[in-house]
């Protein structure tokens, strides 16, 4: 089962597909926090899915925005990252969110 909620929404070939709804007279609810759609609504959805399909770039981590880091690495260093990360098949970026997170909860246990 897929843990990204919105797949629900995905219509596929399979999927069954009723009559049109005019959400504006009838109350149609979102199942899992119970708001009422609407026309403004849906229509505000499908703009806000479609942005995010053509905004293009890397997923997000998790729910919501990842914010990005950046910073400055002695040349040396990142070759060393490259040769590591690719012979564990993993990304430096992959490895750098490992390594900072590990470090984050090692103070934030030890506070």
Do not use: C, W
């Not at 797949?7 to 009559?19: A, I, L, N």
């Not at 890397?58 to 400055?72: D, T």
């Amino acid at each position: 089962m897929s843990t990204n909620p919105l797949d629900r929404y995905k219509v596929t070939d399979e999927t069954e597909v009723g009559p049109d709804v005019d959400l504006d007279s009838e109350h149609v609810t979102e199942a899992s926090t119970g708001e009422r759609v609407t026309e403004a609504s849906a229509d505000a959805f499908t703009t806000e899915r479609a942005a995010e399909a053509n905004r293009g770039g890397r997923p997000s981590l998790g729910s919501g925005r990842s914010p990005q880091v950046a910073f400055r690495i002695p040349a040396e260093l990142r070759e060393q990252a490259e040769e590591i990360a690719s012979r564990e098949g993993r990304t430096i970026s992959a490895i750098a969110r490992e390594q900072l997170e590990r470090y984050v909860n090692s103070h934030h246990n030890a506070a």
